[in-house]
């Protein structure tokens, strides 16, 4: 009884959040602010994930990340907890090759910047073996 009322009222504030967020993505957009639109749009995408809503959630994901890329470039360090975020997102929903994808996009740019990539890449196979 307790759970389904903790789930209840959860599900309800992440639905007033998720109004919330669209509307502030909406007003963003016609503004010169692409890093905060860009870090809205990914937090949006995760809860619309948390709500099962994983074609809206992977649209906001997928466009955050391009205008993180946009801003950042593809291998600046900076992108690594980005596609970390957009990987996780897919990993949620069981989609392991998008999932994939973004965390060899992780691992792209660890080397790029010359960082360890045994860590990262120990627990990207533990993540992947979940499914």
Request: aromatic residues 10%; contains cysteine; negative net charge.
């Amino acid at each position: 009884m307790v759970e389904e009322y903790n789930a209840t009222k959860s599900r309800k504030v992440l639905l007033q959040c998720s109004e919330v967020m669209e509307n502030a993505v909406t007003v963003l957009s016609g503004l010169d602010y692409d890093i905060q639109l860009a870090d809205l749009m990914l937090k949006y995408a995760t809860v619309l994930s948390e709500l099962g809503e994983y074609q809206d959630s992977n649209y906001y994901a997928e466009r955050a990340c391009k205008q993180f890329q946009d801003i950042f470039g593809g291998l600046d360090e900076n992108m690594i907890n980005i596609y970390s975020a957009v990987g996780d997102n897919y990993l949620k929903q069981g989609d392991r090759e998008h999932a994939e994808k973004y965390y060899a996009l992780v691992i792209q740019v660890y080397e790029a910047n010359v960082f360890d990539t045994e860590e990262v890449k120990v627990l990207i196979d533990n993540a992947l073996s979940e499914l």
